[in-house]
């Protein structure tokens, strides 16, 4: 059965940090690329970054390019997403998932989705 779990969010305020991980268990990790997500209400789903299991190379969408970093461990069987200069408009479920392509902009492209964990930007 394959899980993945999400952990560290919570309230930051207007400027700050927060690292996002999650852990993945039931599958070959490294044979995975893995995304980052995130579910607004009101809003739909938004890819937010991406790295390749082939070449690890990261992808990341306009809004967050600059002051997010993915970046993985293999032999943690861990993603991460490093948020940095965090803004009200980045509230939201932040999820992980895992793609068996090497290159998975969409949603409809991963195989497996965590349940999220909620990031509240606010002063």
């Known amino acids: 059965q394959v899980q993945l779990v999400e952990s560290g969010g919570g309230l930051v305020q207007p400027g700050g940090s927060l690292r996002l991980s999650c852990v993945a268990s039931g599958l070959r990790f490294s044979l995975y690329t893995m995304g980052w997500f995130r579910h607004a209400p009101g809003k739909e789903r938004e890819f937010l970054a991406a790295?390749?299991?082939?070449?690890?190379?990261?992808n990341y969408a306009d809004s967050v390019r600059g002051r997010f970093t993915i970046s993985r461990d293999n032999d943690k069987n861990t993603v991460y997403l490093q948020m940095d200069s965090l803004k009200p408009e980045d509230t939201a479920v932040y999820s992980c998932a895992a793609s068996g392509r090497a290159r998975a902009f969409d949603s409809y492209e991963y195989d497996y989705w965590g349940q999220g964990t909620q990031v509240t930007v606010s002063s």
């Open positions: 790295i390749s299991y082939r070449d690890r190379r990261s």
